[in-house]
């Protein structure tokens, strides 16, 4: 079965830094096109970056974190990481890896099959 689970969520300042991992098992990151969201409370659930399987190779970033979050892979440790740089009081959310077995990756909710159980960051002011 494909798992998911990200870690590395935390309390945070404004302006500092923070690292989430998420690891894979049943499936490898290099096959699927994967995938970091983040929810907000009342609010819809935000695609951030994306990445295509190997085969695919590229990268999309949403508007709001073009320049200051970045995903990076693992392939030996099955992890892929988002690194969250210059944090804002509204980054705060519920942060989530989602995956499918495509190519092509998206920043749509509904283009991945399997999520994460999410992990909570808080940016304070």
């Known amino acids: 079965d494909v798992q998911l689970v990200e870690s590395g969520g935390g309390l945070v300042q404004a302006g500092q830094s923070l690292r989430l991992s998420c690891t894979g098992s049943?499936?490898?990151?290099?096959?699927?096109?994967v995938a970091w969201f983040r929810q907000a409370p009342g609010k819809a659930r935000e695609g951030l970056i994306c990445r295509d399987s190997a085969a695919g190779g590229s990268t999309k970033y949403a508007d709001s974190v073009k320049g200051r979050f970045t995903l990076s892979k693992n392939s030996a440790k099955n992890t892929v990481y988002l690194e969250m740089n210059d944090l804002k009081p509204d980054d705060t959310a519920v942060y989530y890896c989602a995956v499918d077995k495509s190519t092509l990756a998206t920043l749509e909710r509904a283009w991945y099959k399997f999520w994460g159980q999410g992990t909570q960051v808080t940016v304070s002011s």
């Open positions: 049943g499936f490898t990151f290099d096959d699927y096109s």
